[in-house]
């Protein structure tokens, strides 16, 4: 088992920055990706930004640019930096975990929100 905490939400202008945290505890020698989903209000959960153990990312378009995924050594935080916030990167942000077999142990934290208004 894999608990994740996040942190780091908050409301912020556009434009603005925030940095995001997500702490692991439990079986962390199993976890071989983390990363970070988001849920606007209305919408589907979906990827923002993925890391594995060894390092490999995985960033979408929307945020591509803006937004970096980087981790601690020995692992167990996972970090998203989101500069040049939009309105449209409003959501709730869910911090992720997966060990193999693949897809059949992920966890997800509870989620912090993230609002960019002004």
């Known amino acids: 088992q894999v608990q994740l905490v996040e942190s780091g939400g908050g409301l912020v202008q556009p434009g603005g920055s925030l940095r995001l945290s997500c702490a692991a505890s439990?079986?962390?020698?199993?976890?071989?990706?983390m990363g970070w989903y988001r849920q606007a209000p209305g919408k589907e959960r979906e990827l923002v930004a993925l890391?594995?153990?060894?390092?490999?990312?995985t960033i979408v378009d929307s945020v591509k640019g803006r937004f970096t995924i980087s981790k601690n050594n020995p692992w167990n935080t996972v970090y998203l930096q989101m500069d040049s916030l939009r309105p449209e990167d409003t959501a709730i942000y869910y911090c992720?975990?997966?060990?193999?077999?693949?897809?059949?142990?992920?966890?997800w934290g509870r989620g912090t929100q993230v609002t960019v208004s002004s």
């Open positions: 992720y975990s997966d060990s193999p077999p693949l897809g059949t142990t992920i966890s």
């Open positions: 439990g079986r962390l020698f199993s976890i071989y990706v």
């Open positions: 890391i594995t153990r060894d390092d490999r990312i």
